[in-house]
T-cell receptor, first 115, second 110 residues
Framework: GAGVSQSPSNKVTEKGKDVELRCDPI?????LYWYRQSLGQGLEFLIY????????KSGLPSDRFSAERTGGSVSTLTIQRTQQEDSAVYLC?????????????FGDGTRLSIL | QKEVEQNSGPLSVPEGAIASLNCTYS??????FFWYRQYSGKSPELIMF????GDKEDGRFTAQLNKASQYVSLLIRDSQPSDSATYLC??????????FGSGTRLQVQP
C-alpha cells in the first residue's frame, strides 16, 4: 500500500481480555517498529523488527506484551490480560533500512481503551 | 537526565515570524536526528532529518545540528497557523531504535 496501515483504528475491551493489533508496513520496508503514546505524552518505544527478527525488544513493558512479524511484512502486537494502564495509542512505523539510516514513517495508530 | 530533551512549550509566535524549536541529547555517540510534526489526534509525520554538523534546508524548514554542544534545532520561517502542532525530536544513538523527546507544542497566532 501507499503507507503504513494499522488495524483496528479503535479498540475498546474489558480489563483482562487479550488484544491483537496489526501493522502492515510500506511495501519493501525491512524495518518495523512499535511505539505507544499515552495521552499528552511522548512516544514510548516498544520493539523493533529487522526482517522477521527482533534485535531490540527492550521497550516491551512486561511479559504480557509480545510481538511477531511474519514474511518480513505484517506484524502483530499482542497484549495479554489487558490492564487499564495499557490504554494508549499504539503506533507502528516502518523504514526502508535499519534505524538511523532511513527515516521512519508512521501509521495512523490504534487507539486502545481498556474499561 | 532524559536522553532527548525538549521544552514542552507552548511556544507562541505570530504569523510570519520565525519559530525556533530546540532539542538536546545526552549520548555523544548519537548519529542521526529527525524532526517530526504531530497534529492533535494524528500520527507523527516526518519533516526532515540531519546527519552532519551544520544546517540543512528544505523549503521553510531548516534543521541545525551542533554535535559538540549536543543540540539540534528546527527553524520554521514565515510561520503559518497551519504549522501549529507538536514537534518531536528523535535521535538515533546506534544502541536502539529512535529515542523521541516529549515534544514542543507550537502555536502560531494569526
Amino acid at each position: 500500500g501507499a503507507g503504513v496501515s494499522q488495524s483496528p483504528s479503535n479498540k475498546v475491551t474489558e480489563k483482562g481480555k487479550d488484544v491483537e493489533l496489526r501493522c502492515d508496513p510500506i511495501s519493501g520496508h525491512t524495518a518495523l517498529y512499535w511505539y505507544r503514546q499515552s495521552l499528552g505524552q511522548g512516544l514510548e518505544f516498544l520493539i523493533y523488527f529487522q526482517g522477521n527478527s527482533a534485535p531490540d525488544k527492550s521497550g516491551l513493558p512486561s511479559d504480557r506484551f509480545s510481538a511477531e512479524r511474519t514474511g518480513g511484512s505484517v506484524s502483530t502486537l499482542t497484549i495479554q490480560r489487558t490492564q487499564q494502564e495499557d490504554s494508549a495509542v499504539y503506533l507502528c512505523a516502518s523504514s526502508l533500512g535499519p534505524p538511523g539510516n532511513q527515516p521512519q514513517h508512521f501509521g495512523d495508530g490504534t487507539r486502545l481503551s481498556i474499561l | 537526565q532524559k536522553e532527548v530533551e525538549q521544552n514542552s512549550g507552548p511556544l507562541s509566535v505570530p504569523e510570519g515570524a520565525i519559530a525556533s524549536l530546540n532539542c538536546t541529547y545526552s549520548d555523544r555517540g548519537s548519529q542521526s536526528f529527525f524532526w517530526y510534526r504531530q497534529y492533535s489526534g494524528k500520527s507523527p509525520e516526518l519533516i526532515m532529518f540531519i546527519y552532519s554538523n551544520g544546517d540543512k534546508e528544505d523549503g521553510r524548514f531548516t534543521a541545525q545540528l551542533n554535535k559538540a554542544s549536543q543540540y539540534v534545532s528546527l527553524l520554521i520561517r514565515d510561520s503559518q497557523p497551519s504549522d501549529s502542532a507538536t514537534y518531536l525530536c528523535a535521535v538515533y544513538t546506534g544502541r536502539r531504535a529512535l529515542t523521541f523527546g516529549s515534544g514542543t507544542r507550537l502555536q502560531v497566532q494569526p
